[in-house]
């Protein structure tokens, strides 16, 4: 990262906000370019959503609650109590293998259906409307459709150890998933904005596949002086994941960035940080197998502060950048006109990109209709 920027990122990581004097942010100067993607979308890392957990997460101008039951089922629903609206995210709690409503204490199973009323009669006919969602790579994604059409396609599963939680922040800026999704494939910007160095990398989008890879080598910030071999893989218009290979096959580095769009103009930015080893280099193998995941863990923590420093030029850049629909592109940017073809595909047409998002209803909620 240039040494100009490092004061400015300083700034944003300290306040775990984007915030520049003198500068606004994107979404205050102009009406947003861009609507929303369709796609999974990351809203919570998977250490976040723990048994009996209830949370609430914007996403694409309205907001969804997620909630995991004693037995460990994952559910990510409308957070409105069809009884009366309660807010099920303000109060809400889960008893069970239930969702409870906070005012009249109405229980809803993981099927959606009501199953109990708080006063002892018999529940009416009525059950909550349910997000697809699913869990992979150490995240929790949810689909969201412009048009309330169920998943199309599948997140891909990484060789990740999921007994390992990653280390992991979260940023509120202005921008698009579009224009962070583009990193992956803006290569210019490698050497001009995080100084690595050596570079070499290919890959290309292909046309129609929701997933596409990455793959470089460049001697780069998170281990200096090492020529560091890099897997990228792309997940719609929300997930860069990139895996980097720890010299003298001591283990893997993975770093996510999960890019969710929460109102017209706005994401939050998720992104974290895991070493996993296969053992501790100077210790006899049969004790560097056992204390290979508690130090992985302790060194996760370490490298997610460096990696967020290298990152913060990249949100300084995004909660800032305007998008520009005909860039003037140079040799050396790496192939973002492709890019921009293949992301073509998340978006439904006609649709109001910025309406509030409509779910893609379970078969019960069709049957209730």
């Known amino acids: 990262m240039k040494p100009h920027l490092k004061p400015l990122v300083k700034r944003l990581l300290s306040a775990r906000r984007v915030g520049v004097p003198g500068a606004a942010p994107a979404d205050t100067l102009r009406a947003p370019y861009l609507p929303y993607p369709d796609g999974w979308f990351c809203l919570a890392f998977t250490d976040e959503v723990r048994r009996g957990s209830v949370v609430t997460r914007p996403l694409a101008g309205a907001e969804v609650v997620l909630y995991r039951t004693a037995g460990g089922v994952l559910r990510a629903v409308r957070p409105r109590c069809p009884h009366l609206g309660a807010h099920l995210g303000v109060g809400g709690s889960v008893e069970g293998e239930n969702l409870v409503c ?10 959606g259906a009501c199953v109990r009323t708080g006063y002892d009669r018999p529940p009416p006919k009525a059950s909550l409307a349910q997000y697809p969602v699913c869990e992979a790579n150490g995240a929790v994604y949810v689909w969201w459709h412009a048009l309330g059409l169920p998943p199309q396609w599948e997140v891909p599963v990484l060789p990740l150890d999921d007994r390992q939680p990653f280390s992991h922040d979260t940023f509120d800026l202005a921008g698009h998933p579009q224009d962070v999704i583009e990193n992956a494939f803006d290569w210019g910007h490698l050497p001009a904005l995080h100084g690595l160095k050596g570079l070499d990398i290919e890959g290309v989008p292909v046309a129609g596949e929701p997933v596409s890879t990455v793959t470089a080598t460049a001697r780069g910030t998170m281990m200096r002086g090492f020529r560091q071999s890099y897997s990228l893989t792309v997940i719609g218009l929300a997930t860069i994941a990139a895996q980097t290979a720890l010299p003298r096959g001591a283990g893997h580095l993975y770093v996510m960035l999960h890019a969710t769009a929460t109102g017209p103009g706005r994401i939050q930015l998720r992104f974290g940080t895991k070493l996993e080893l296969t053992g501790v280099p100077g ?5 560097g197998r056992a204390a290979a995941m508690p130090a992985a863990r302790l060194l996760s923590t370490v490298l997610q502060r460096v990696a967020r420093v290298d990152t913060g030029a990249d949100l300084l850049m995004w909660h800032h ?27 439904t047409e006609p649709t109001d990109g910025l309406a ?6 379970t078969e019960m909620s069709r049957a209730e209709e």
């Open 102 to 111: 906070p005012f009249h204490r109405f229980a809803f199973d993981p099927a």
């Open 283 to 287: 210790v006899p193998e049969r004790i």
């Open 321 to 347: 950048q305007e998008h520009v629909e005909r860039p003037k592109l140079a040799q050396g940017d790496g192939p973002i006109g492709r890019y921009r073809q293949w992301a073509r595909q998340f978006y």
């Open 356 to 361: 509030a998002p409509r779910p893609a209803l």
